[in-house]
């Protein structure tokens, strides 16, 4: 029994078994062809299909031979490997054409090379040679050109997963330095033991975060265990300030997105709306599935949008903008991001994205 890996793959994938196939094939159908055209005259004798076998045999070691010269001519500049392979084809036909006559001769009982039978082989000859040949430039043509398709695709996604990379190592400094910068805040206050709880925080939620590949899928449970240890260090800054609350439905759990796509989003809530107000204010993360698409939202209760001005977005001008550019490489148009506010009720940025569940063995660490 054969393996079934061997018959799912392209005829072309191994080019030495399908130019045999297709060489055999060909050379097989042509005598066919012309056995069958002399039964028809009703002239056919055992003497003429020996005669159209040799025919065939000559033609098929002839095109063996073109082939290996073909080959190489494809290698010259452009204009010498054109005149080459003409004069190669025109080479080709005149010796077809002589020993097709000499084996008529011979069949003929009179062994020798007749002029009139040479140039009565010529037109058929040349015609089967061409042919071949055009079959031969085509389909060599045919797997440049999937080559180039190929290798076209590969360097697509590597661009894609290195804009992935670089995309989500943007929002790595910018964290470490507000986080840094925090712990040096504790330090000089000399509350050294909340330094100390800082940075342990801190290291796990590095050690969680960098565990995954850049370019990688998270589960939507993975990214909201993500934001919790996140807000954990968070939290060390601002205490009851902070009011984080989590809304996911169970179904949607499953959902794979970019790794860190809602943290830049719950930093911006920290930084405008739980910041300038005494009293802190609510981060509301929900997910729900609806159908086959996933809908997440990230609100507060900050102060919103004031006198018109757009909120501005992360410090280091990654915060939204990085936000939608992953959603457009992950997704590409099938996503829906929109962040609006009304003045004094604080800011809502909605996301939904196509509800797929990936392999086991592409999931991240």
């Given at each position: 029994?054969?393996?079934?890996?061997?018959?799912?793959?392209?005829?072309?994938?191994?080019?030495?078994?399908?130019?045999?196939?297709l060489q055999g094939a060909g050379w097989g159908g042509y005598l066919m062809l012309r056995a069958v055209s002399n039964f028809s005259n009703r002239t056919f004798s055992f003497e003429d299909l020996i005669r159209v076998t040799i025919e065939a045999i000559v033609g098929y070691?002839?095109?063996l031979l073109l082939s290996a010269l073909y080959g190489y001519f494809r290698r010259l500049p452009r204009i010498t490997g054109i005149l080459a392979t003409v004069a190669t084809l025109a080479g080709a036909t005149l010796v077809y054409a002589v020993l097709t006559a000499f084996t008529v001769s011979v069949m003929r009982g009179d062994p020798g090379i007749e002029i009139p039978l040479v140039l009565g082989s010529l037109f058929?000859?040349?015609?089967?040679?061409?042919?071949?040949?055009?079959?031969?430039f085509g389909i060599n043509f045919y797997l440049i050109v999937e080559d180039q398709i190929d290798r076209m695709v590969v360097l697509e996604n590597q661009a894609s997963s290195?804009?992935?990379?670089m995309l989500r190592y943007q929002l790595n400094p910018h964290f470490l330095f507000n986080t840094l910068n925090s712990i040096s805040t504790l330090v000089l206050l000399k509350q050294t033991d909340r330094a100390n709880a800082m940075l342990a925080r801190l290291s796990n939620f590095l050690r969680y975060t960098l565990a995954n590949e850049p370019t990688a899928h998270v589960t939507l449970a993975q990214e909201v265990e993500t934001l919790?240890?996140?807000?954990?260090?968070?939290?060390?800054?601002?205490?009851?300030?902070?009011?984080?609350?989590?809304?996911?439905?169970?179904r949607a759990v499953k959902a794979r997105l970019p790794s860190l796509l809602l943290q830049p989003l719950v930093e911006n809530a920290i930084k405008y709306a739980v910041t300038p107000q005494e009293e802190g204010a609510e981060i509301a993360v929900a997910a729900r599935l609806i159908g086959e698409r996933v809908q997440i939202t990230v609100s507060d209760t900050g102060p919103g949008l004031i006198e018109g001005k757009n909120r501005?977005?992360?410090s280091t001008g990654v915060g939204l903008t990085n936000i939608r550019e992953r959603l457009a490489q992950a997704f590409g148009p099938d996503h829906r991001f929109d962040a609006r506010s009304v003045p004094g009720t604080g800011f809502r940025v909605d996301i939904e994205i196509p509800f797929q569940v990936e392999e086991q063995a592409r999931e991240a660490a």
């Open positions: 029994m054969q393996n079934p890996d061997v018959l799912s793959r392209p005829f072309f994938e191994q080019k030495s078994r399908a130019f045999w196939m070691c002839l095109t058929l000859n040349f015609t089967v040679l061409a042919g071949w040949s055009a079959l031969y290195a804009q992935l990379a919790k240890l996140y807000l954990e260090i968070e939290k060390m800054r601002f205490d009851e300030r902070l009011k984080p609350t989590f809304d996911i439905d169970p501005p977005s992360l």
